[in-house]
Nanobody, 115 residues
Framework: QVQLVESGGGLVQPGGSLRLSCTAS????????MAWYRQAAGNQRELVAA???????NYVDSVKGRFTISRDNAKKTVYLQMNSLKPEDTAVYYC?????????WGQGTQVTVSS
């Protein structure tokens, strides 16, 4: 059974940085495309960044140049390094993978950007 466990969220001031981690189990991680989504209060969940098995990446325009997605296959972990954080980045961040047309999600980790 696929399980995704996120960590690393918290409260940070505008301009600050956070690194989110997502550790996977129950799957062959090195073959999997992984993604980070976020959902702000009252908004739909949106794709933030994705990375495939050969480390091609893509980002939503609003985070380009500020966020970096990466992966460590030995640790079965995907990361989201978030720099120059803005209040509009405040959201619950979710790790995601799709296996056999089934979406799997982590429990989410809250990121709050506020002074």
């Amino acid at each position: 059974q696929v399980q995704l466990v996120e960590s690393g969220g918290g409260l940070v001031q505008p301009g600050g940085s956070l690194r989110l981690s997502c550790t996977a189990s129950g799957m062959i991680f090195s073959f999997a495309a992984m993604a980070w989504y976020r959902q702000a209060a009252g908004n739909q969940r949106e794709l933030v960044a994705a990375i495939d098995s050969v480390r091609n990446t893509n980002y939503v325009d609003s985070v380009k140049g500020r966020f970096t997605i990466s992966r460590d296959n030995a640790k079965k972990t995907v990361y989201l390094q978030m720099n120059s954080l803005k209040p509009e980045d405040t959201a619950v961040y979710y790790c995601n993978t799709n296996r056999g047309s089934v979406d799997y999600w982590g429990q989410g980790t809250q990121v709050t950007v506020s002074s």
